[in-house]
């Protein structure tokens, strides 16, 4: 009789599992995640791994998974402690002849899987590919061969496209035994795991629950009944509502969907609905999680130093009290401010959000990224460390790319993507009372007024905004009149 381990890590899902078909052989199968305590304690930089809205939607994914195996006759064993003594010693106390999961490619978690593998002696562990679009095989050139530049990977890629043809979720699954049975624990709550509980926010972008069926069923009505992606570019831009880009990400970080099932789907909608610009930019996204993935793969611990990817370029490698103006939003800049409360509020954060409020921590600020992508990490219910550190290296500067560094004009991006002030509105409730011509800008208001909406004051305006400060009417007209005169003295 063969008892196999099914070890679920970032892949909580049935669907497309290649290690959950390979468990098919065994007579017994015991699927298993384990709660690591470090996850929830500060990191070298400071933040936690797993902040209140990441761990939500983690305990919501494995209930999930659970439920799902359950109607499939099985159980997830979830056992807390570090992965490195737990399944070795599982290993043992249930006589497991083999151990399957997804391969790892970010430095710790390769050295955790190293230290396992080690532990685990003569039994075997075997690792399968299954959270990348592409198979190591698939590809035209080897990972050294690989261009570094995102475009030319498109192209490269883009000459060979695999059909993908994910698995789908197997009709029955072996035996969960006994002993696994007497195993079983209750889930823990947030509570226990010392995260008190989130705020439920009725303006989140996004309002969805963690695990599989929540997942199937966004990429159900965004490709097939909202049909969304039809209009992908037009509102990819946008700051609020549930519908301005997929909302696939925090799925697709802690593996509840599969990037093969998104891709296929995607194919399916085009040879239906045909391909226009908004589906092939969808699949251009996805290659940006890709293309990190293998510059991550390549690169390894380098992409989380200072220097990035790019070695010899000079970082700033300290932080000071701004670092924590910037993560409470409290910065005295409306729309870096308003996307902070929004992501510590609901672990979520629009793409132009994300790129605005790095660059103003970088370019303007002068404060370390890492630190930055460190607190992303503990806040975004979508972090993945490829695309999170890639992401960050890019606007940084510090990326593979030889000449890009993303640097935005906070300024010129919220008059862009927020010209009536409705965003900033919405996450800053003290600047509800402003004008809208003066929301973006509060800095121009008298102190006095700031005061007393308890609104931090920008210590110094950019010259570089200059050209999209408001004109002296509208400044004229934002504020109140109390506040006219002294504006006209000045
Ligand atoms: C500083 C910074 C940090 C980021 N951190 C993360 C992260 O930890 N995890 C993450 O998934 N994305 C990250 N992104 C990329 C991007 O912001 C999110 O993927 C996107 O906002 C998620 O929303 P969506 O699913 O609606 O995306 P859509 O726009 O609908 O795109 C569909 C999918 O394509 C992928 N994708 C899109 N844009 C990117 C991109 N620039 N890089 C990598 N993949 C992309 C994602 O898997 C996404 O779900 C980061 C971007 C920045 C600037």
């Known amino acids: 009789m063969r008892r196999a381990l099914l070890w679920f890590k970032q892949d909580l899902r049935l669907d497309d599992h290649p290690a959950l078909w390979a468990g098919m052989e065994a007579d017994e199968l015991i699927p298993v995640f384990i709660l690591d305590p470090k996850w929830v304690r500060s990191g070298p930089l400071g933040a936690r791994r797993l902040g209140v809205h990441r761990a939500r939607f983690l305990l919501e994914s494995i209930t999930a998974l659970d439920n799902s195996l359950r109607a499939l006759g099985s159980r997830l064993l979830l056992l807390p402690g570090h992965p490195e003594d737990v399944i070795p010693d599982l290993v043992q106390r249930l006589d497991i002849q083999e151990v399957l999961t997804l391969e790892e490619i970010a430095p710790e978690e390769l050295t955790q899987l190293a230290e396992v593998r080690s532990r685990l002696g003569h039994v075997r562990l075997r690792e399968f590919q299954g959270n990348s679009l592409f198979r190591m095989e698939e590809l035209l050139k080897g990972l050294e061969q690989m261009p570094q530049v995102y475009s030319e990977f498109c192209r490269v890629v883009e000459q060979r496209l695999p059909v993908f043809q994910p698995r789908p979720v197997p009709r029955s699954l072996p035996v969960f035994p006994q002993a696994a049975q007497d195993m079983l624990l209750p889930m823990p709550t947030l ?119 790019k070695a010899t370029a000079r970082a700033p490698d300290k932080i000071d009290e701004r670092f924590q103006q910037w993560c409470q939003g409290r910065t005295g800049m409306p729309i870096v401010d308003a996307n902070m409360r929004e992501l510590a509020d609901t672990g979520f954060m629009s793409y132009c959000g994300r790129q605005i409020v790095a660059s103003y921590l970088v370019h303007d600020l002068k404060q370390d990224w890492r630190h930055g992508a460190a607190w992303f990490e503990e806040h975004q219910l979508d972090y993945d460390p490829a695309s999170s550190w890639g992401n960050w290296a890019y606007v940084a500067g510090y990326a593979s790319d030889p000449k890009r560094s993303d640097t935005f004009n906070a300024l010129r991006k919220a008059r862009d993507l927020d010209p009536e002030g409705t965003y900033v509105s919405l996450w800053l409730p003290e600047l509800r009372v402003v004008s809208p011509q003066l929301r973006h800008t509060p800095f121009l208001l008298p102190l006095l007024q700031l005061e007393m909406i308890d609104y931090p004051r920008l210590s110094k305006v950019p010259e570089s905004w200059t050209d999209y400060l408001p004109n002296a009417e509208e400044q004229f007209y934002g504020v109140p009149n109390e506040d006219k005169e002294s504006l006209q003295a000045s």
Do not use: M
């Open 191 to 309: 509570s226990q795991l010392g995260l008190g509980e989130p705020l439920s926010v009725p303006n989140s972008a996004f309002p969805f629950a963690g695990g599989e069926p929540a997942a199937q069923s966004r990429l159900r009505d965004y490709l097939w009944e909202r049909q969304g992606v039809r209009n992908y570019i037009e509102n990819r831009h946008g700051l609020i509502g549930t519908e301005y880009s997929s909302k696939l990400s925090p799925w697709l970080a802690n593996g509840s969907l599969s990037p093969r099932r998104v891709a296929a789907e995607l194919r399916r909608h085009e040879s239906r609905y045909g391909r226009n610009e908004s589906t092939h930019c969808l699949w251009q996204k996805l290659l940006w999680r890709e293309f990190f993935r293998l510059t991550l793969e390549r690169h390894g611990q380098a992409l989380f130093e200072p220097g990035g990817v």
